[in-house]
């Protein structure tokens, strides 16, 4: 079965640093989104991305943050200076299309990045 | 601000119990549901999606909508250990791109 696939699954970081996360979502969706969740908090949505560009974000998703599609498969996320309170599990996901079953969220096993 | 609402729980049934699960969204031109089950440590799992008023079955999970209450639940027929989890009702929010997910039901099935 297709799956959305992520790299790395674990990130370890310092203050400051850049970080790029990347994401191979399923071949034949449309919508990419950047998810995150923080230990024990609820999945805050980033960004979503659609027709090579960047179709809404949240407040979250400031400057220091970015998102590119490169090339057909890969969907990446940029985090420019990281902050300690970046930590948090980074989940990519994607959908088919609009409308009924299109839907349908898939997520990637995730990111786990540390912020030190 | 468009809201989804969950009971954090937990939620503890024995084994072979129905489990009911409950999500109250304030977005009425939200038009489609879904339900994740979340493992700690591993990704949302998507089980369950509804965009009709009425049930839908799938397996020993039963998702119920009703529009004009703004509810959607979920119902897990003989629970299992296994099922034990956090569940997330996520809700597209109308005239936007964005899934909107509730705080999540912990859910535990006592053997």
């Known amino acids: 079965e297709p799956e959305v696939t992520q790299t790395p699954s674990h990130q370890v970081t310092q203050m400051g640093q850049e970080v790029i996360l990347r994401c191979v979502p399923i071949?034949?969706?449309?919508?990419f989104y950047w998810y995150r969740q923080i230990l024990g908090q609820k999945v805050e949505f980033l960004v979503s991305f659609y027709n090579n560009e960047i179709s809404e974000k949240s407040e979250i998703f400031d400057d220091q943050f970015s998102v590119e599609r490169p090339d057909g498969s890969n969907f990446t996320l940029k985090i420019r200076s990281t902050k300690l309170e970046d930590s948090a599990m980074y989940f990519c996901?994607?959908?088919?299309?609009?409308?009924?079953?299109?839907?349908?969220?898939?997520f990637g096993s995730g990111t786990q990045l540390s912020v030190l | 601000q468009k809201e989804v609402e969950q009971n954090s729980g937990p939620l503890s049934v024995p084994e072979g119990a129905i489990a009911s699960l409950n999500c109250t969204y304030s977005?009425?031109?939200?038009?489609?549901f879904f339900w994740y089950r979340q493992y700690s440590g591993k990704s949302p799992e998507l089980i369950m999606f509804i965009y009709s008023n009425g049930d839908k079955e799938d397996g020993r999970f039963t998702a119920q909508l009703n529009k004009a209450s703004q509810y959607v639940s979920l119902l897990i027929r003989d629970s299992q250990p296994s099922d034990s989890a956090t569940y997330l009702c996520a809700v597209p929010s109308s005239g936007t791109y964005k899934y909107i997910f509730g705080t999540g039901t912990r859910l535990k099935v006592l053997a």
């Open positions: 996901a994607s959908r088919e299309g609009q409308g009924g079953a299109n839907e349908k969220l898939f």
């Open positions: 071949s034949n969706h449309l919508y």
């Open positions: 977005d009425r031109g939200s038009q489609s």
